[in-house]
């Protein structure tokens, strides 16, 4: 008997792409509607092959058309002109990004991280002033972080902005090159003021990185004394965005620039900040930007589903060799190994959407812009889960998007088919919001210090130092995999006698696999630090191990999230299709593990290849379900655009959907 024999049948028939749309779409369906109207208007369809300042220039008319909308809107509140809904302004930025990836990443500059900024570090004159001109993009404007010398050491920012209490000033100087704001967005050529991220002095003292707001370019669109702009010309993708360098040179701004709800300097130069700690400061502010990651992360999401409605309506109508004793050539979905290259990445994309929404419910209700700076809420573990989620979406994004290409062989290199735009505009998206590798130590170290009260004044040394002081088996009671693994312990049996499609052994072996590690990581540091070794050089020789606990950390909750999506579904045929695709979730992650498992002794060389066996049976039962899996993403065909995803079956088939609709 097969490893699937076992399992009750799935009738292709009795569940529609539709009902499987309506669970995917969830709380904000009616968002999720209205967008997808609005990618199908003329303007937002992709066009390849435009230069760069064609592209740039149709990206700027696209984001006015967007400005128009309910869209961006949403994200702010309505006594400002916006929607007051962060939930449903997050949905469209994803849905949004079934289209051209420049528009999207434009969009986010302006709206999410430019007028986010304000939103969230200033007070109400400031939102009052600057929010409604953003919100109908009057006032098209940048966020200026990254520097040349620092891009994810936000901490170690170099431009500088002193106050002069004779003018009432801040002026803002770049000391040097590295110094510089680099890859800005909307920076080279539409941004007229900028968010500007620089070290506060005043009376001769720093008081830690703070946000000014600084006019660039004036009315006739020139820069403005003490500005200097370069563009950064052609890059690998998104290429309608027109990203630029920012340099200043005694730039002055009133003292009202200052976006104040972290920090505040009266007339007479004297700072005050409702957070004393400085670091505490400095990680709460970046805190509150915290969305900007959240969308990157279902933005790369939309690309790989995007990215699998193609190869998957492909595999379903190109044929390649002929099956022996018959003149007919094989679909290429009929192949064994066709099936295993594209079904395991669309029941992980099934999985990261479950996880994605967890992550958006939370934000929504977690963040209000009206709440002191002193009283916010205590965002530590989600801030931590956005970014694993946002490593685990957008590293699953490059992978899909090459693999798919590979499945669609030379016509998935076609610039008309999309696969190749798509790769090259996600490619840097596991880099900004926070690059993926710094991104997975900051999940390990909440995991380390269990988010206690200092966790954001811990520095890599001070965490080192603290698990040093634990016992190790104490901070491993701890952890929520333990918890987890303490709830479902004695409901499965040994390892060989349990059924692989139990999902408790499923979440339990993923949940083993994170505490082993995470115990291995603290055993280590406490080795090293106990023999009296730097703190530095033991967390440098053991940060391989602290990625590894982070990524087993983000895997577990990936499938807890999916499993208990599946267990909320309402539609008893849609969730029995989604339990078998939840089982090829959790088997293709723990058979892409089985050497650690083998190696660890949780499985012996029956178990391993039972699992093998067991993803193999379930490719073959999903299998006539993969398009109508693709189609539940209900991603517009003009979003689509790709030839080899618009056979003429599919295209008869919308034609009768449209007739039905008529």
């Keep these: 008997m097969s490893a699937t024999e076992h399992l009750p049948e799935l009738d292709p028939d009795g569940v529609t792409a539709e009902r499987v749309q309506a669970h995917l779409d969830g709380r904000w369906a009616d968002v999720r509607a209205r967008t997808r109207d609005e990618l199908r208007h003329p303007l937002l369809h992709p066009r390849p092959g435009l230069t760069m300042e064609e592209h740039r220039e149709r990206t700027l008319e696209q984001a006015h058309h967007l400005a128009k909308t309910d869209g961006p809107r949403l994200l702010f509140p309505e006594e400002y002109g916006g929607g007051g809904d962060l939930g449903g302004a997050l949905t469209s930025f994803e849905v949004l990004a079934h289209g051209d990836l420049s528009l999207l990443v434009k969009a986010g500059v302006q709206w999410g991280l430019?007028?986010?900024?304000?939103?969230?570090?200033?007070?109400?004159?400031?939102?009052?002033?600057?929010?409604?001109?953003?919100?109908t993009l009057d006032l098209p404007g940048c966020f200026a972080m990254t520097e040349t010398g620092h891009g994810s050491d936000v901490q170690s920012l170099r431009t500088t902005a002193t106050f002069d209490v004779d003018a009432q000033e801040w002026v803002i100087d770049t000391p040097d090159e590295d110094a510089r704001?680099?890859?800005?967005?909307?920076?080279?050529?539409?941004?007229?003021?900028?968010?500007?991220?620089?070290?506060?002095?005043?009376?001769?003292?720093?008081h830690g990185v703070h946000c000014f707001l600084v006019p660039i370019r004036d009315e006739d669109h020139q820069p403005l004394p003490g500005v200097t702009i370069e563009d950064c010309g052609h890059k690998g993708g998104l290429n309608g965005v027109d990203n630029g360098r920012l340099s200043f040179h005694g730039v002055r701004v009133p003292r009202e620039n200052l976006l104040d709800r972290f920090g505040h300097v009266d007339e007479d130069g004297t700072y005050a900040s409702p957070i004393e700690n400085a670091t505490r400061r400095f990680f709460t502010m970046l805190g509150t930007l915290v969305t900007g990651r959240a969308s990157i992360s279902g933005s790369g999401l939309s690309a790989a589903k995007t990215a699998m409605t193609i190869a998957v309506r492909y595999a379903g109508v190109r044929r390649q060799f002929k099956a022996p004793d018959t003149e007919r050539e094989v679909v290429l979905f009929d192949f064994r190994q066709h099936q295993r290259r594209l079904l395991p990445l669309l029941a992980h994309t099934y999985a990261l959407h479950a996880a994605q929404q967890h992550l958006l419910h939370l934000l929504h209700e977690s963040f209000d812009v009206d709440v002191?700076?002193?009283?916010?809420?205590?965002?530590?573990?989600?801030?931590?889960?956005?970014a694993g989620i946002k490593t685990a979406t957008t590293w699953h994004a490059s992978n899909t998007i090459q693999v798919c290409r590979e499945a669609c062989g030379g016509n998935g290199y076609l610039s008309e088919n999309r696969l190749t735009e798509l790769k090259a505009d996600t490619d840097i998206f596991t880099t900004f919001e926070g690059d993926n590798t710094v991104l997975l130590q900051l999940v390990a170290k909440g995991l380390l210090t269990d988010y206690r009260d200092d966790f954001g004044s811990l520095d890599t040394l001070g965490t080192v130092r603290f698990v040093a002081d634990q016992v190790v088996e104490t901070l491993v009671e701890?952890?929520?995999?333990?918890?987890?693994?303490?709830?479902?312990?004695?409901?499965?049996?040994?390892?060989?006698?349990?059924?692989?499609?139990?999902?408790?052994?499923?979440?339990?072996?993923?949940?083993?696999?994170?505490?082993?590690?995470?115990?291995?990581?603290?055993?280590?540091?406490?080795?090293?630090?106990?023999?009296?070794?730097?703190?530095?050089?033991?967390?440098?020789?053991?940060?391989?191990?602290?990625?590894?606990?982070?990524?087993?950390?983000?895997?577990?909750?990936?499938?807890?999230?999916?499993?208990?999506?599946v267990d909320a579904c309402e539609d008893a045929e849609v969730a029995a299709l989604l339990d078998r695709l939840c089982d090829l979730h959790a088997l293709a992650t723990i058979e892409t593990e089985r050497g650690w498992f083998l190696e660890h002794g949780r499985f012996n060389a029956q178990r391993s290849k039972a699992i093998t066996a067991a993803v193999n049976g379930l490719c073959t039962q999903l299998r006539p379900f993969a398009e109508l899996l693709v189609d539940a993403f209900a991603i517009p065909d003009e979003a689509v655009a790709a030839p080899i995803a618009l056979g003429a079956e599919h295209a008869r088939q919308r034609q009768r959907e449209a007739a039905a609709q008529t």
């Design 478 to 565: 701890r952890t929520a995999a333990r918890q987890v693994w303490q709830s479902i312990t004695g409901i499965v049996s040994r390892d060989e006698d349990t059924d692989l499609h139990d999902r408790a052994w499923q979440l339990q072996t993923l949940a083993w696999r994170e505490q082993h590690v995470m115990a291995g990581v603290a055993r280590r540091l406490k080795a090293g630090v106990d023999a009296g070794r730097d703190a530095f050089d033991v967390f440098n020789e053991v940060q391989d191990h602290v990625l590894l606990a982070a990524r087993a950390h983000v895997d577990r909750v990936v499938l807890e999230r999916f499993a208990a999506s």
């Design 372 to 386: 002191a700076a002193d009283e916010l809420p205590d965002r530590r573990e989600l801030e931590a889960l956005a």
């Design 114 to 135: 430019f007028g986010g900024a304000i939103m969230q570090l200033g007070n109400d004159d400031h939102r009052a002033t600057y929010l409604p001109d953003i919100i």
């Design 181 to 206: 704001k680099d890859y800005i967005g909307n920076a080279a050529r539409d941004g007229r003021m900028a968010a500007v991220f620089a070290q506060l002095v005043t009376k001769g003292a720093s």
